[in-house]
């Protein structure tokens, strides 16, 4: 029998027992010397630390139950034993054995949990011992098809796991196949995901990332079903010039588009559960809104446009200069043009607040002035912008009350000066107390609930919050977008 090696168990010192330093669990960015080097690494994922923590607490509370053998190998190098199988099991009774080295943000629950637990009786567990590493590896494949306290891999673990053993056996798909159930499209999609993942990895791609989701890309943390379901999308590979080619694929768009693309695309998936992200990327967006992704991420270009690009680089300033006024003629003729015109209205990705399409007529100079820095002020002043913002709204708001001849009801009803009174009342009273349409009503019941991200609390904390977030171009363009329904009632504010 191929694998009675299974059937038979020996008792072997925890102490003795090493780690598995290639575990698809670990960060492979990582070093991994010492006990608390393991464990660190393992808690620095949300999912794993809680699963770690209650594996602790199962075998404080009921001892260590070995209904699935840990599994090792013996190292002819230096004679030890690694754990092929059961690393988290082992890591934890080592350290219920000896608490003092658990990393620091677990160290006091697992020094509690010792107390429960006779260390003497974990010193030595029965393990099945594996003749090699090679014939422990079919068991490993299918243990990590159940579930429980022995926690499966992740997708991205488990394809990490088979591009290893494509590795070791030179791509004999047969060998592998028999390993681990797969068939041989299967393989080579495994393999093509993979292959697409590490594209991100290049240093054209990286350099475009922030630091933290530079570490996120080099670790487990991209999500890799949300990876295979954009890249699976034919549209996606079409636009983005993709080929699959076997166990690869092959990119035959302009690269540094696709990269600049790519990058944007990794970040706004990093992102996704946060408040302020411009447009959600997940497994279901990808399908409900993929038209609307793909407009908001940088245009891939065709290798032929990118050619054509370079050499229109070629031609002189005095030409460019021509060519500007040119069409600055042109498009005086085709100002009435709506196609041509209105192209900057509601387009998150538009380069300034305000669009030159919009129009302002009001007879207060503060805010004539401000609307129309709104036009040529740019993003890389995005403070000045949201503080402007909020500063913005305030005056439409004062404006509105002074032209309606309000300031003395708002001022009965609150019993204070005007002056006195917060943005936030002022708008309650034109909500409650004058005739504005349905859309200015929704805009303002939102503007003044606090769980909204266009809320008063995101305007207060441009100018007294001592953080930037929620300031980047995309946001920021949505929140004026969002305020228009309020600002056409408050001002003479109209789109051309």
């Known amino acids: 029998m191929a694998y009675e090696w299974l059937q038979n168990r020996y008792l072997r010192s925890v102490d003795q027992l090493r780690l598995w330093r290639e575990n698809p669990r670990l960060d492979p960015e990582e070093t991994h010397l010492t006990n608390t080097d393991y464990a660190a690494d393992l808690l620095n994922h949300s999912g794993e630390r809680q699963s770690f923590i209650e594996l602790i607490k199962s075998i404080a509370k009921n001892g260590f139950i070995p209904a ?219 399908t409900t809104n993929l038209d609307q992704i793909l407009a908001y991420l940088p245009a891939v270009k065709s290798s032929i446009s990118n050619r054509n690009d370079e050499e229109g680089e070629d031609s002189t300033s005095e030409e460019a200069a021509d060519d500007a006024s040119k069409n600055d003629a042109e498009s005086d003729d085709e100002v009435n043009s709506p196609k041509k015109t209105r192209t900057n209205v509601k387009n998150p990705n538009r380069p300034r607040l305000v669009p030159e399409e919009c129009d302002l007529d009001t007879g207060n100079h503060k805010l004539e002035s401000l609307f129309e820095e709104f036009k040529i002020i740019p993003y890389r002043y995005k403070n000045c912008v949201a503080a402007s913002l909020r500063v913005f709204v305030d005056l439409s708001v004062l404006e509105h009350i002074n032209s309606q001849n309000l300031v003395g009801a708002i001022e009965a009803r609150y019993h204070c000066a005007l002056k006195d009174v917060p943005l936030k009342k002022r708008l309650e009273y034109l909500k409650s107390n004058t005739e504005l349409n349905k859309d200015a009503v929704k805009v303002i019941s939102k503007l003044v609930n606090s769980d909204n991200e266009y809320s008063l609390d995101t305007l207060n904390n441009y100018i007294h919050g001592t953080n930037n977030h929620h300031t980047n171009k995309a946001f920021l363009n949505g929140f004026w977008d969002f305020l228009f329904p309020l600002l056409e009632v408050l001002l003479d504010i109209e789109y051309r």
């Open 68 to 286: 699935d053998p840990i599994v090792v190998w013996k190292n002819d190098n230096n004679e030890r034993f690694y754990v092929a199988e059961g690393n988290r099991r082992v890591l934890a009774l080592k350290l219920l054995r000896h608490p003092s080295k658990a990393p620091k943000s677990i160290r006091s629950i697992v020094t509690k949990q010792a107390r429960f637990i006779n260390r003497d009786n974990i010193a030595k567990i029965e393990v099945s011992i594996a003749p090699s590493f090679e014939s422990a590896e079919w068991y490993i494949n299918q243990r990590h098809a159940t579930s429980g306290l022995q926690r499966g891999w992740s997708r991205h673990q488990q394809q990490r796991w088979i591009a290893k053993l494509y590795d070791k056996y030179e791509g004999d798909v047969s060998i592998i196949t028999e390993i681990t159930g797969f068939t041989k499209p299967e393989l080579e999609s495994t393999l093509r995901i993979l292959y697409l993942r590490d594209i991100a990895l290049k240093r054209e791609v990286l350099e475009l990332l922030e630091p933290e989701e530079r570490e996120a890309v080099r670790s487990h943390r991209l999500p890799m079903t949300i990876l295979e379901r954009w890249f699976d999308n034919t549209v996606v590979r079409e636009t983005w010039g993709l080929e699959a080619n076997g166990s690869k694929a092959s990119i035959t768009s302009d690269e540094s588009s696709f990269y600049r693309a790519y990058a944007l695309w990794i970040s706004l998936v990093l992102r996704r559960n946060e408040p302020d992200v411009p447009i959600q990327i997940n497994t279901r967006t990808i």
